[in-house]
């Protein structure tokens, strides 16, 4: 009986690892595919897409489309600016969005939760209903920095950055981590004389690891992949983001090889971070149900 | 004293120099070529021998990916945004210049007098823009494919008619060599389809829109000519002469180079390739569906901002760029279409001799530019899903009155666009 039971096991776990590895495959057949594409001609590129050596690296393979894809292209430049925007409007959001959720959570206030339905609501408000007006707002929105007094914030890096600080997604997942910590901790904190701001700091953050990691990957997605909003904001190449770069590659002839190329280049600091912090993004899938 | 004196020169130089680099007053210009090399470095030669040939003006350039480059031009002008000196596309200039983005050109008229008629964008009666070159579709196909099938070569004096053209496609398709008889670039969207597509519509009587009045589509777009053209358009795809929606790009790309297609509707820059792959290429005019041959014309062009504070230096630029030498190094550069027989007769394909000369008669004997009208941008997206519903099987006469509601929907919504 015994025998049966872990022959019985012994298949399943079989029967797991081969579901799992089906599972894998298929995610990790566009990777391999444009990875794979990235190394060859065109000609051989297109014709492969019909047969199982579009994921194998097999044929005429080169660097070319990598060195014709850097001369096409200003790569360099906007990965940095990607980067740069994504980097900073990831850190900003998590500061400013889970001290808003610190305060809807911990703060009694007077239309707390009429503030945060109405927060929550602008999740189903599409952003491109919103991008024209938001686009007049920043053209004439007046600005003070190293330059002096300005007025109009297109062709900048924080027109890119300060309209995406705070969102109702993010704020909705530190509200509802916040709400199952306990809070015993925030009383006890309180007695102890502890003020909001050194609970905020010392109490709450330390233990909100997991949800920052959600918020930070779910931010920094939404960040790296902006299309329309750079597009009608920013019309200087110098800040151009990667996205609406990609569309250099749309030519009369498209440059498959080339665009596969510069894909895999621009895929690279999304797969690092996501490394840095997948496990801390599985722990909070785990601990809140959210789905990214 | 030496010493004192070459300081001095030095200084008295370099204060000349930098006055005469003050006094040089900057235009930005918006350019939509952004991810083409050869262009961009075309266009860039052209700009520093503009700013070093006078001391007025300075072109400063900046360019934008050809996919998103309307999109970018429009928020800019809501955002009052827009440069000095834009490019626009033909067939959406008059939407433009009605949106009131441009300004009208102040060029010298009698320079452009012997361009095509493509490259002219005028509206309303006044210039708005001008092109450095045209582009032009033909019917792509190969001397060996005509004489295995016994099929006679027309030519622009005799053009295939419908159906002449309809027997070759049937030639085609019984030899059993070929996938398809024939490849009309479906894996292309957009402007391809107004482009390529609806020269045959009006070889057939019919248009996107009436252009006597501009103001309806009733009857040029679900008349009797459009509905014949409408079924024959359907026959394409349901008797197999021609692979639908679906193409892959890849067989657009290389399809007829493979020679899985026995004729393919291209333009004048994929010819370069086709020719390279068999020397025995021909480019055959339209065929004739009973009321005459037609292709497609015009292309991207430039033009002057209503922003611009300085119209007279954006067009002296402009007129500037339109020196022969210019329009042939763009068509050498790109392939496409010089907009005169002077600099055709300079380039390497479009001479008496050129491989493409054939383009240039073409365009000269059958382009049709796209309805002039600010309405023509919305007209043309109809006109897209219209025929692509069509090639997947829609009723025609259906299809037709719908996109005919929708495009005079949006005239009357617009107050009929100033016509």
Redesign the interface.
Known sequence: MAAITQDNHGLRLIMRYVVLTLIAIIFMFPLVFMVMSSFKP??QL??D?SSIRAFLPVGDLSFDNYRDAS???PIGTFVFNSVLVTGVTVLLSLLACSLAAFSFVFLNWKGRDVLLSIILATLIVPFETIA?PL??LV?QMPWIGLEGFQV?W?NTYRVQIIPWIADGLTIFLFVQYFKDLPRDLIEASRVEGASWLQIYLKVVMPLAGPVIATAAILKFLVMYNQYLWP???V???TYRPVM??L????????AWGEIMAYLTIITVPVLAFYLVLQRAFIASIASTGVKG | MKLGLTFGAALVASVSWASLAAAQTELSM?YHG????VEANILNGIVADFNASQSDWTVVV???????YN??VV??A????LPDIIDVDGPVMPNWAWSGYLQPLTIDESIIEGFLPGPKGYWDGQLYSIGLWDAAVALVTRQSTLDALGLRTPTLDQPWTGDEFMAALDAAKASGNYEYPLDLGMAWTGEWYPYAFSPFLQSFGGDIVDRSTYLTAEGALNGDAALAFGEWWQTLFTEGYAPGTSQ???DR??GFIDGKYAFSWN?N??AL?ALNAHDDTLFLPAPDFGNGPKIGAASWQFGVSSASEHPEGASAFIEFALQDKYLAAFSDGIGLIPPTTTSAAMTENYGPDGAMAVFYDLTKAQALVRPVTPGYVVGAKVFEKALADIANGADVADTLDAAVDEINTDIERNGGYGH
């Not at chain 1, 569309?247 to 498209?254: E, G, K, P, S």
């Open positions: 065109d000609l297109l014709r897409t001369s096409r292209v024209i686009l007049l053209s109009g297109l597009l009608i904001v019309q200087q190449e609406v770069g569309q250099y590659f749309f030519q009369l002839n498209t | 918006w952004a991810g083409n090399e900046e360019s934008f990916p050809q996919e998103s999109d970018s928020a800019a809501l955002a009052g945004n892959d790009p890849a790309d290389t333009g820059w994929a390739g």
